[in-house]
């Protein structure tokens, strides 16, 4: 076996970016679909979000809307927030990272080690926890001197961080072959970006917007959703507008069955919105055949070990058992759980 020679970096935010690109030969039921998969867990800080985490505040940096006596705050479900403890570390800024219970504990853990202050918001507002730390994020604003919103649900840098790294290293990769990415969408930063860059170099592609049942995205109906990082409850102001070639949605069970039928077909843990896209690639192979496929996989699944990877939560949380569990992963894609009539 050749071995690759060490890549050197200048500091831990100059690692970010470069992850590989894995063929996954054994996660579909057929092998006429060429399936890749963009591992975003292997930059430093454990997801994809630490792309748009270090050029939005590099970005602000060199505007001049931020200096060493700023004050970071930003809204997060876990990775984001991650990504941003550590650009802030690493460059001496203070970072309130507004979070509420869905967040997975050890993400949170994660962002207080790197020296991110936690503000826990506790109660919805009309039914949405992200409305909730919206409104935190703004009340901050206004009593702390000299504090600075990044903005993940607004701020154009994120899409471009994608844009100029996500999806310009699996197309280069690639030669520009693919016939079909399917990226899990949030504030929809990662799927604009890789979109408008396939467009712009008159690739083919047809990007496939995975999103949750239960949010709000693409014209959906609002509900509950138990998997952070996927969906959203309000309409964040990158998404408004945004159009994809396709639109898939998941169910938060649908996401559980893919994280693990991914840790036993091709023995990668990965993130629950990671999950999500790998089942609605599954539900589509059909029409995939002969197809070349890249799926974008958000982060580990090490994070949630407590949760999807966990029979008691799952049960509690959406009434799978592990045997129903099990029956899912190897179904076709036509099985069904007995939880479905619940």
């Not at 690759?4 to 039921?29: E, K, N």
């Not at 991650?82 to 970072?95: F, K, T």
């Amino acid at each position: 076996m050749a071995l690759r020679p060490v890549i050197t970096a200048d500091s831990i935010l100059d690692a970010i970016g470069s992850t590989p690109l894995v063929q996954l030969r054994r996660y579909l039921d057929r092998s006429d679909v060429k399936l890749y998969a963009k591992i975003e867990a292997f930059n430093p800080g454990g997801s994809a979000k630490d792309r748009p985490a270090r050029r939005m505040i590099e970005e602000a940096i060199e505007s001049g809307h931020i200096d060493q006596n700023t004050t970071i705050i930003e809204s997060s479900s876990g990775n984001m927030g991650i990504g941003l403890a550590q650009v802030c570390r690493y460059y001496g800024l203070r970072l309130i990272c507004v979070v509420d219970p869905n967040a997975q504990p050890q993400n949170v853990a994660i962002m207080r080690a790197l020296g991110a202050e936690i503000d826990l918001v506790t109660e919805p507002m009309q039914g949405d926890f992200l409305a909730a730390r919206l409104a935190r994020v703004c009340e901050l604003l206004e009593t702390i001197d000299g504090s600075y919103w990044p903005n993940q649900y607004s701020n154009r840098q994120n899409p471009k961080a994608h844009q100029l790294g996500t999806i310009r290293e699996i197309d280069e990769a690639l030669w520009g072959q693919m016939d079909y990415l399917f990226v899990a969408t949030s504030s929809t930063g990662t799927a604009s970006g890789c979109r408008d860059y396939l467009r712009k170099h008159g690739r083919d592609t047809e990007v496939v917007a995975v999103d949750a049942e239960g949010s709000v995205l693409f014209g959906g109906v609002p509900g509950r959703r138990r998997i952070p990082g996927l969906g959203a409850g309000r309409m964040p102001r990158l998404a408004r507008g945004q159009s994809f070639d396709h639109v898939e949605r998941v169910s938060d069970l649908d996401c559980v069955v893919g994280c693990r039928r991914m840790a036993d077909r091709e023995a990668i843990l990965v993130g629950g919105s990671a999950g999500g896209v790998l089942e609605s690639i599954r539900a589509m192979q059909d029409d995939l055949a002969g197809k070349t496929c890249v799926a974008v996989l958000h982060d580990s699944g090490t994070r949630y070990l407590d949760t999807v990877f966990n029979d008691q939560w799952v049960f509690e949380s959406l009434r799978c058992t592990r045997d129903e569990i099990h029956q899912r992963i190897n179904a076709t894609v036509d099985g069904h759980c007995p939880a479905d009539a619940a």
